[in-house]
């Protein structure tokens, strides 16, 4: 399912701010991805949105490479977890990427606390994804009821709130700190995901394709 289109406006927002990041690597000495990503969006501006997949920069810092990137996550993360799964919004501090990685060992810790005390709590699992300044989570929790989830989650995240799980997905806007940092790690986005799966079952395998149309051919 292709991403919709976005309104002109929207578009030249997201480039401008594409500009701030392609300076901000060069002057961190990233030469080389500054190069990609000034490719890729100079592709973008020729052709319009159907670059193609040779063009593509794949960098997380990249709007237009990381917005169906983010859709495709979503997508399988909404169809892993249950209709009646619980929404959240969980703040991620000033620095996205290590306020990932917190939540990503905190959710696995606070499931595991509550499951040694109470079973029910093995089967719960969350699924992440950057939207902001905040992580869009996923919380699947058949056999424990919401209330008594959020009460245990709240205890370390005071600020979660729950979001109607219709209508509501991640935001691909991302500030150009994180961007840039986000780029010079080279792993897409994969960083800005936090994936906890119940106790004894192996983590959630990546969407199968990635949202492009021909295969990726290992340049670097
Ligand atoms: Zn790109």
């Not at 100079?42 to 810092?61: A, Q």
């Not at 595991?112 to 929790?141: C, K, N, Q």
């Amino acid at each position: 399912m292709p991403s919709p289109r976005l309104t002109r406006e929207a578009i030249v927002e997201a480039e401008s701010k594409q500009a701030e990041v392609i300076a901000a690597l060069a002057t961190a000495g990233q030469d080389d991805l500054a190069d990609r990503m000034t490719n890729c969006q100079r592709c973008r501006l020729w052709r319009g949105d159907g670059s193609r997949w040779l063009d593509r920069c794949r960098l997380g810092g990249c709007w237009s490479c990381r917005r169906p990137v983010i859709r495709a996550w979503w997508r399988a993360l909404t169809e892993w977890a249950e209709p009646d799964a619980t929404l959240l919004a969980v703040s991620l501090g000033d620095d996205r990427i290590a306020g990932m990685r917190t939540l990503r060992r905190g959710l696995r810790d606070v499931r595991d606390r509550a499951a040694y005390r109470r079973p029910a709590w093995r089967e719960v699992a969350f699924g992440g994804i950057i939207s902001g300044t905040t992580a869009m989570v996923l919380a699947v929790h058949p056999h424990v009821p919401q209330a008594k989830m959020l009460t245990v989650l709240r205890q370390r995240w005071s600020d979660t709130v729950v979001l109607n799980l219709i209508g509501n997905e991640p935001s691909w806007i991302m500030d150009t700190d994180t961007a840039v940092r986000l780029s010079i790690l080279r792993r897409g986005i994969e960083p800005l995901r936090a994936v906890v799966m119940p106790q004894g079952v192996p983590q959630l395998p990546p969407p199968p394709e990635e949202p492009y149309l021909e295969p990726m051919p290992m340049l670097f």
